[in-house]
């Protein structure tokens, strides 16, 4: 599995994301020590999340995050400020620079 997620609302990808980890919503809110209303409010699109925190649920159900930039000089700026970007901002920022957000399981082609 490989998907681009440029297209798609930033609560979309975290269900997808945990979906194909095959982890629970309250699985997943035990290993992020959050409530679980904070990731069904993720997943309804009620709460912004932080890209760290899309990170750590990336980790946890195995999947990686593959950037395919062109203006890769705009994304390693705000590399170093990553914990205060919403995601949702984040990929903003990516079509702006026409840079491609590629999320896959770890170890598939």
Do not use: P
Request: hydrophobic share 35%; aromatic share 10%; charged share 35%.
């Amino acid at each position: 599995m490989k998907i681009k997620i440029n297209n798609y609302n930033a609560n979309e990808i975290v269900k997808f994301v945990r979906q194909s980890g095959n982890i629970t919503q309250k699985q997943l809110a035990s290993n992020l020590n959050k409530s679980i209303e904070w990731i069904k409010k993720i997943e309804q699109g009620k709460n912004k999340y932080y890209f760290n925190d899309f990170l750590k649920i990336c980790r946890l159900c195995n999947v990686e995050i593959i950037l395919e930039e062109e203006n890769k000089n705009y994304i390693k700026k705000i590399d170093q400020k990553l914990d205060k970007v919403y995601f949702e901002d984040f990929i903003k920022i990516c079509k702006i620079c026409n840079t491609d957000i590629i999320i896959k399981e770890k170890n598939s082609d």
